[in-house]
């Protein structure tokens, strides 16, 4: 669903209105299984009932004429079993990764938060200052918390760090006046915060799963979906010990996904690739310490996975770093932002698969599929592999494993155990919250590649009439090729677990377009950073002071000689690809971006012969508080220009 079509956009969940399947559908099941495999699977349906209970049907039969797929794993179990049979068949097990030391976690905590020095004694006006300076008391008590989690670690290694919490953090009391504390004065210390407490870990987090409900259940009213306060501000009910107002609105005759009325913001929707890279990268700083806080407001202990180097395969196509395919494919195809043997894969399987009856659950030949695998690794990048060759099963076969076979999880290896966190978040408004913010940390090509994913099994899932995939069937089999790493067998935690990946995948694909988009309070959050930057900049010298001083003054005189028409509320848009270049506007409540870019396109004859040959181009915000943005065309300028009034407006094409 595209979020721009109106001022509001409802979510729904998605319903089935295709007849249930019949036992004759189960014949994807291998009948020459050893009695191992068997045994193994009659395991796994017992686990699946005992992980689901109250969700499921105590004892479902075996064999029904018709049956939900929702009251069966069988397809989860099936896929299970198939990835460990590969595994048994000899992939290479991944690298133990063990426990993270301590000291270390928290280390590449703040390194990746962006507050590293920190712990290096270098943090006077630099970037870490301005981040520490614009956080909230609940984001800046769970930083302290954790810089003071390493100077007692590095104390007991008998290593004393070079800066201790108190010379970062005062720890005097004080009342809680404002969300955002001010910045500091002298630039040495950090901004007065009162004195962090442990917040009430609740015991337990119910696993969200699909259960019965009536009628009258479903009949619900749209949650209304907004960001423009942090999330982890929302869940501080949970820390005081109250019961969360999102939480009570979880029923226990809750089936369906939860529908949401998506507000749309007056700055306008803003995606990822619409940003700058230096402000992407504050975003992801920003996200970290966040869902940190948020994952403690819920009482849920974020865990990190020990990285362990190891080799990796420079060339081929499976087992190979998404970065080195992605390096390799824009030397030929430049501005690719997917790897193109897995975009050919998805491709494939559009053209011959959507109608299919059990795309991606009926598996290909295994030697067929193995024999294709070496095929791709020496053919795909000599433009020498015949795709005619490959049916849809078998590209689904291969799509699967190209994903499980990656060195590092598609979901990255640092962040799958929150993804894996997440599922134990009993409200699915709290889900959504996390995986918002768990999606922008994730680096751009695997960010890239997961939502290429997502939209190819949003399609398998509106073809449910003809492939018999439903929702649940998809994710059920997604589930575990997303969350089984490399080499990994299945376990009982991970059997247990398999409801809540299943779900999790369910809102992947339904939501996709909402995750993709940045949280109004991270843009907001991004500004008041990079003011507090700019704040912070001093001159070096005395020479260098009266240089910029002449600077500013040449700049302001320059600028009041082209402006001299503009008055409050009045913008001068730039635009170097027409032969109007410039353009002042005069902005009122109701003036959007799009009627910008029309303006410009009717002043430049647009309808022309000459001019439909332009590219396309979009209306920027450039400078002041942000780097670079593109504009949503239902952006109300009058609102950005007054959250940055010193920005550059200028209409140019994108660069990717």
């Known amino acids: 669903m595209d979020l721009k079509d109106s001022g509001s956009v409802v979510l729904t969940a998605y319903h089935s209105f295709t007849a249930s399947r019949s036992h004759a559908d189960d014949s994807y099941a291998p009948l020459n299984a050893a009695h191992s495999a068997v045994s193994r699977k009659v395991q796994y349906r017992g686990v699946a009932r005992m992980s689901s209970a109250g969700a499921m049907p105590s004892s479902p039969p075996e064999r029904s004429v018709s049956r939900d797929p929702r009251d069966s794993m069988d397809d989860y179990w099936s896929e299970m079993k198939n990835i460990e049979e590969e595994c048994q068949g000899g992939q290479e097990e991944m690298a133990d990764r063990g426990s993270i030391d301590e000291a270390e976690l928290e280390e590449a905590w703040l390194h990746e938060a962006g507050l590293s020095t920190l712990v290096t004694g270098t943090l006077a006006d630099g970037p870490a200052e301005a981040l520490l300076s614009t956080l909230t008391r609940s984001q800046a008590a769970m930083v302290k918390k954790r810089l003071d989690n390493y100077t007692q670690t590095m104390r007991k290694r008998n290593k004393q760090p070079i800066r201790h919490v108190r010379d970062v953090f005062s720890t005097a009391e004080t009342s809680p006046v404002e969300n955002t504390p001010p910045v500091s004065s002298n630039g040495q210390i950090a901004p007065k915060l009162p004195h962090w407490t442990p917040p009430k870990v609740r015991k337990s987090f119910p696993v969200y799963r699909p259960v019965e409900s009536s009628v009258s259940d479903c009949q619900l009213e749209p949650d209304v979906w907004s960001s423009e306060e942090p999330y982890s501000e929302g869940v501080m009910a949970h820390q005081k010990g109250r019961d969360c107002r999102d939480c009570q609105r979880i029923r226990k005759g809750d089936r369906d996904l939860p529908m949401f009325k998506i507000l749309k913001p007056n700055q306008g929707l803003t995606r990822v690739h619409d940003l700058s890279s230096e402000d992407i990268k504050k975003i992801g700083q920003i996200c970290l310490i966040e869902l940190t806080t948020f994952f403690g407001g819920l009482g849920i202990e974020q865990k990190r996975n020990r990285m362990v180097r190891s080799k990796v395969r420079e060339s081929g196509i499976f087992g190979v770093p998404l970065t080195t395919l992605l390096e390799n494919d824009q030397k030929k195809f430049p501005g690719s932002k997917v790897p193109l043997v897995f975009k050919k894969l998805l491709s494939k399987l559009e053209q011959t698969g959507l109608q299919t009856e059990g795309i991606l659950r009926v598996p290909g030949s295994a030697s067929r599929v193995k024999h294709l695998r070496q095929e791709l690794d020496t053919k795909f990048y000599?433009?020498?592999?015949?795709?005619?060759?490959?049916?849809?099963?078998?590209?689904?076969?291969?799509?699967?494993?190209?994903?499980?076979?990656?060195?590092?999880?598609?979901?990255t290896q640092q962040h799958?155990?929150?993804?894996?966190?997440?599922q134990n978040i009993s409200s699915p408004k709290h889900q959504l919250q996390a995986l918002h913010l768990l999606i922008l940390l994730l680096p751009e090509v695997n960010r890239d590649t997961l939502k290429a994913l997502l939209e190819f099994l949003r399609k398998v899932v509106a073809y449910e009439d003809k492939n018999r995939m439903s929702l649940w069937n998809v994710s059920m089999i997604v589930a575990p090729n997303l969350f089984t790493g490399r080499g990994k067998t299945s376990r009982m935690e991970d059997m247990q677990g398999a409801a809540g990946a299943a779900h999790l995948i369910r809102l992947l694909i339904?939501?996709?377009?909402?995750?993709?988009?940045?949280?109004?309070?991270?843009?907001?959050?991004?500004?008041?950073?990079?003011?507090?930057?700019?704040?912070?900049?001093?001159?070096?010298?005395?020479?260098?002071?009266?240089?910029?001083?002449?600077?500013?003054?040449?700049?302001?005189?320059?600028?009041?000689?082209?402006?001299?028409?503009?008055?409050?509320?009045?913008?001068?848009?730039?635009?170097?690809?027409?032969?109007?270049?410039?353009?002042?506007?005069?902005?009122?409540?109701?003036?959007?971006?799009?009627?910008?870019?029309?303006?410009?396109?009717?002043?430049?004859?647009?309808?022309?012969?000459?001019?439909?040959?332009?590219?396309?181009?979009?209306?920027?915000?450039?400078?002041?508080?942000?780097?670079?943005?593109?504009?949503?065309?239902?952006?109300?300028?009058?609102?950005?220009?007054?959250?940055?009034?010193?920005?550059?407006?200028?209409?140019?094409?994108?660069?990717?």
């Not at 433009?383 to 999880?409: C, T, Y």
């Not at 155990?417 to 997440?422: G, H, L, V």
């Open 382 to 411: 000599e433009d020498s592999f015949d795709w005619e060759q490959v049916r849809h099963n078998d590209a689904a076969g291969l799509l699967k494993m190209f994903i499980r076979e990656l060195p590092h999880p598609l979901l």
């Open 416 to 422: 799958l155990p929150a993804f894996t966190a997440a």
């Open 510 to 656: 339904i939501y996709q377009d909402l995750l993709w988009t940045v949280p109004c309070f991270v843009i907001s959050h991004v500004r008041k950073v990079n003011e507090a930057a700019m704040s912070k900049k001093t001159p070096s010298s005395e020479r260098t002071k009266r240089k910029l001083l002449r600077r500013r003054t040449s700049d302001r005189d320059k600028e009041k000689s082209e402006v001299t028409d503009l008055r409050e509320g009045v913008i001068r848009v730039q635009a170097p690809l027409h032969a109007k270049v410039s353009m002042a506007i005069l902005l009122d409540s109701e003036t959007k971006a799009r009627d910008v870019m029309a303006r410009f396109d009717f002043e430049n004859g647009q309808g022309s012969r000459n001019s439909s040959r332009r590219q396309k181009c979009h209306l920027f915000e450039v400078g002041g508080n942000i780097g670079e943005r593109c504009l949503d065309p239902e952006a109300h300028l009058l609102d950005v220009y007054r959250a940055n009034p010193h920005c550059e407006w200028v209409l140019k094409s994108r660069t990717t």
